[in-house]
């Protein structure tokens, strides 16, 4: 079996401008959603009240790329071709760049540049391809509205003015047709466009097997190395499609989170999209020691299946299992010693279920180990970035074997019936973990997608360098996930918070889950730093941006209305014009509903804690049991 070396990574994910940026979200458990921007998309024209003919999409978050800039004169990109061009190319040939700079093979050699394959994993380009379109449909929008407009017996000249102007401002956001164009807007000029750049010869297309494109790609990629056919392979996958025709057709089959996006979550009822583009650059194993590579990760198997007959939107169990099947097979080892799963874990309850039974009955015919293996999603962090999906949980599998970590889930509340019985070979971890001692650092990444296709890849840490605890900056980011934040505000008068308090309103609209951390601690920081001589206070908590701006504009609310002091504890704030002497109060639960028993959010912030957790001996699970709570309380 060729074993093949994962030699460089890069990657743009929402937040993420790195794979060691991406991989400390993933500590964090940082949730990067935030509400769709205008510019992008105005949810409020699909609305269901606003369309009659039901092509409406649902109240959606999703993960978005913020600040991205091509660097046109660094590849020296013209002005008409940067414009005519759909924006999944520069990004794919951007993220190549920076994961061959990773590699330390941006100059390749020209032997190099002889043997290296391009195989970018994207479905339908992208959005602005598809919106460009808009302007040769021209033709067919004057006939409608010319037809509409006769209605109104409008004369002649004065119905061909009218339309002229509306051409104008119908085609002005839209770039004019060029040399560029039709290659800028396929998909399948993406890959081509790589090697055209660096003078790759090796080969260079682009995959599409939907949301499991990019892990097909690295298969297609690994599959060349191990023929001979290349030397060195690019392999990722980029997707930028936050737009009606996706987000409409996901939105008709239900596919969408409501409330919240939960993986492998007994409540899991659909995903929330993102978008960004992921790369790798692998070389064989023994080629890569021989150039005194420093490899992430090995990828020792791979394994693909479609459906069959089962169904073209619908996953199969079966299906499923026969990729697990042939990727362990050809791996030379079994499923059962692999300690970490990243899930292809879209949310939805169909897809999650039917996931976690194959892994399952696959992991029991192999008699696994006692121990449940530990299962996670990506997408619950970044969001579904369909075609660079795949790429991203092999980033971030790579990154867990590389640091001897499994990461905790995030978007996990109530773990699915399949990981709960006795039974269960699987188990989704609160908080991350050092490898098992003594076990191999392995992890299993899986890709599905529309049409039936299934893909596994099985990959092992490079080295067997046993990790013994965990570093200073990793407890930092594993204690920083919280449930919810405070948020405080102190001004000298009511005039003076009240423009705090508006400004605070203006940024929670747009900021996502994750940045309501960063925004508490900015808060905090500006409170702390004027407190003196302030003698209005406010507060509130929050998780959520939704909950924020509620509970903001309750605080401005007391503030404008000249109360006194206010608290709502059912809103979670509190306002005060005269606060002299604070007292500080602890509030201890009582047992009512089930009382956790891990500690939960005190023993995640503060360590310490976890020794004294450890010591009551209480269950690991949620209890209403008097013997239990009461201790648990206290």
Not at 22 to 38: D, G, H, K, M, T
Not at 131 to 144: Q, T
Not at 236 to 243: E, I, K, M, N
């Amino acid at each position: 079996m060729t074993e093949i070396a994962v030699i460089g990574m890069a990657c743009r994910y929402a937040e993420a401008r790195s794979p060691a940026q991406l991989w400390e979200n993933v500590l964090a458990q940082r949730r990067s959603f935030r509400r769709i921007p205008r510019v992008r998309l105005n949810l409020a024209d699909y609305a269901p009240d606003g369309n009659a003919n039901g092509d409406h999409i649902t109240e959606v978050m999703a993960a978005v790329l913020e600040d991205y800039e091509f660097d046109r004169s660094r590849f020296h990109v013209s002005q008409s071709a940067f414009a005519a061009t759909d924006l999944t190319h520069w990004l794919a040939l951007d993220v190549a760049a920076q994961a061959l700079t990773d590699a330390r093979l941006l100059h390749p050699t020209a032997e190099q540049r002889e043997r290296t394959g391009v195989y970018v994993g994207n479905s339908l380009t992208g959005e602005f391809s598809r919106a460009n379109l808009m302007r040769l449909r021209w033709p067919y929008v004057r006939r409608v509205l010319a037809a509409a407009l006769q209605q109104e017996n409008s004369r002649p000249e004065e119905l061909e003015a009218l339309i002229a102007r509306v051409e104008t401002l119908y085609k002005s956001p839209f770039p004019a047709t060029n040399e560029d164009s039709l290659a800028g807007g396929l998909s399948n000029t993406i890959a081509g466009r790589i090697c055209n750049y660096f003078d790759f010869k090796g080969g260079g297309y682009t995959v599409d097997g939907a949301c499991a494109s990019s892990l097909l790609a690295v298969t297609t990629a690994c599959s060349a190395l191990q023929s001979g056919d290349v030397d060195v392979a690019i392999a990722g996958g980029v997707d930028l499609s936050l737009d009606p025709f996706e987000l409409a057709g996901f939105s008709s089959l239900g596919a969408l989170a409501g409330d919240k996006m939960r993986v492998f979550d007994a409540q899991s009822s659909g995903f929330w999209p993102g978008e960004g583009c992921g790369m790798v650059v692998m070389m064989r194993q023994e080629d890569a020691l021989a150039r005194h590579h420093s490899p992430y990760a090995v990828i020792r198997g791979w394994g693909i299946s479609s459906d069959g007959n089962g169904g073209i939107t619908r996953p199969e169990v079966a299906g499923q299992m026969l990729a697990l099947r042939r990727a362990y097979e050809k791996s030379g080892y079994g499923i059962d010693s692999v300690a970490y799963f990243e899930g292809h874990g879209t949310g939805t309850s169909i897809g999650d279920t039917t996931e976690l039974q194959a892994l399952s009955q696959t992991m029991r015919q192999a008699h696994s180990k006692a121990v449940p293996s530990a299962i996670g999603s990506i997408k619950a962090n970044i969001g579904h970035t369909k075609a660079a999906a795949g790429v991203a949980g092999l980033i971030k599998a790579a990154m867990a074997v590389q640091t001897k970590i499994i990461p905790p889930v995030t978007g996990c509340d109530r773990p699915h019936p399949e990981l709960m019985s006795n039974e269960a070979r699987l188990r989704v971890l609160r908080e991350a973990e050092l490898w098992p001692g003594g076990a191999p650092a392995r992890a299993g990444v899986s890709g599905f997608g529309f049409g039936g296709i299934n893909v596994h890849v099985a990959l092992e840490a490079a080295d067997a360098v046993v990790r013994k605890s965990f570093i200073p900056a990793e407890i930092e980011q594993l204690s920083s996930a919280q449930d919810y934040e405070l948020f405080v505000f102190a001004a000298r008068n009511a005039k003076e918070l009240s423009r705090q308090l508006t400004e605070a309103l203006r940024v929670a609209a747009e900021i996502s889950f994750s940045e309501i951390t960063d925004l508490s601690i900015l808060f905090a920081k500006k409170t702390g730093s004027n407190a003196a001589g302030t003698a209005v206070r406010a507060a509130c908590v929050a998780s959520s941006p939704s909950e924020l701006v509620t509970a903001l504009e309750k605080l401005l609310a007391f503030c404008e209305a000249g109360v006194d002091k206010q608290i709502d504890v059912q809103a979670g704030v509190f306002f005060s014009k005269s606060i002299t002497h604070p007292r500080i109060g602890f509030l201890f639960p009582g047992q009512a509903s089930p009382v956790y028993t891990t500690g939960g959010m005190w023993a995640r912030r503060f360590p310490e804690l976890r020794t004294l957790y450890a010591r009551a001996r209480l269950p690991q699970q949620q209890s209403i049991n008097t013997r239990t709570a009461q201790p648990c309380i206290a």
